[in-house]
């Protein structure tokens, strides 16, 4: 397996624009989850999805960002508009259960100018 | 929900010695502590874990212990390395499916040639 995939791994974009980011799990990982890392705040968890459910999206920053996972090998996280204040590396990671290992992606790292 | 608090925030030490980050956690339900290592520019990855049921647990240079009546928990690490530079992240979580991992602020650790 290839680990898990986010796409990009750089964007740039200017405020007010809608940003998507992906995700592919690790094959058979029943849990993802989306992380979103500053220097301010540390690494976040924004919200995981189980059996492609969202179970917790209590860490969503507010109304202008969204997740899906329509299959099991498959979330985006959308931020619609974007702003300066969403610049970050974004991270998916996957796990069988949530007490094991939880498997990183490579980040996107997201610039809103 | 669950808070951890983690220290210190840097830590410098010379190569040979040892290295001992804390960790602090709120929630008496949690039963998953994990540790991960993030070096510059790359994904966070599981060095260490450690269950609810186990007092102390060590793999090589590495071992973490975990006191839960006072809901605090270490990593040691011994005859530091330059390559254990890095920043290091304490996490804890309930499991069961209840929460994903809450994670401290991180350590940079130094290592001093």
């Known amino acids: 397996d290839a680990g898990v995939i986010q796409s990009p791994r750089h964007e740039v974009t200017e405020m007010g624009q809608e940003v998507t980011l992906r995700c592919k799990p690790i094959?058979?990982?029943?849990?993802l989850f989306w992380y979103r890392q500053t220097m301010m705040r540390g690494l976040e968890l924004l919200i995981y999805?189980?059996?492609?459910?969202?179970?917790?999206d209590s860490g969503m920053p507010e109304d202008r960002f969204s997740a899906k996972m329509p299959n099991a090998s498959f979330s985006t996280l959308k931020i619609q508009p974007s702003e300066p204040r969403d610049s970050a590396v974004y991270f998916c990671?996957?796990?069988?259960?949530?007490?094991?290992?939880?498997?990183f992606g490579q980040g996107t790292r997201l610039t809103v100018v | 929900g669950e808070n951890v608090e983690q220290h210190p925030s840097t830590l410098s030490v010379q190569e040979g010695d040892s290295a001992v980050i804390k960790c602090t956690y709120s929630?008496?339900?949690?039963?998953?502590f994990p540790w991960y290592k993030q070096e510059l520019g790359k994904r966070p990855q599981l060095i260490i874990d450690?269950?609810?049921?186990?007092g102390e647990k060590k793999d090589q240079r590495i071992a973490v212990t975990l006191n839960k009546t006072a809901k605090h928990f270490s990593l040691h690490i011994t005859e530091t390395q330059p390559e254990d530079s890095a920043v290091y992240f304490c996490?804890?979580?309930?499991?069961?499916?209840?929460?994903?991992?809450?994670f401290g602020k991180g350590t940079h650790l130094i290592i001093q040639p």
């Open positions: 990671a996957s796990s069988l259960v949530v007490t094991v290992e939880a498997f």
């Open positions: 094959s058979g990982h029943d849990y």
């Open positions: 999805f189980n059996n492609n459910v969202p179970i917790d």
């Open positions: 929630d008496s339900a949690s039963n998953y």
């Open positions: 450690i269950r609810s049921n186990v």
């Open positions: 996490a804890a979580s309930q499991g069961g499916g209840a929460d994903g991992l809450t």
